[in-house]
């Protein structure tokens, strides 16, 4: 899939600061973006092996240039 978005490169570091969801990784977990699907979760590789979408509208993180 391609991300014309610039906002959201693929490859690009994002680091999770709040997430709502028991499984979520824990606060400041770094991970690589994958992919944004039709509805507009961030899909990520955490470096913690967690592979948890973040969902733009609730949780809290940050895009590392």
Known sequence: ???KDPKWPIG???V???ME????PPPHTRGIIQHIDGIGQ???DWENGSRLAVQP??????IID
């Open 1 to 3: 899939m391609t991300n």
């Open 12 to 14: 690009r570091t994002i």
């Open 16 to 18: 999770i600061i709040k």
């Open 21 to 24: 969801d028991p499984q979520a």
């Open 42 to 44: 961030i899909h990520v």
């Open 57 to 62: 509208m609730n949780d809290v993180y940050r």
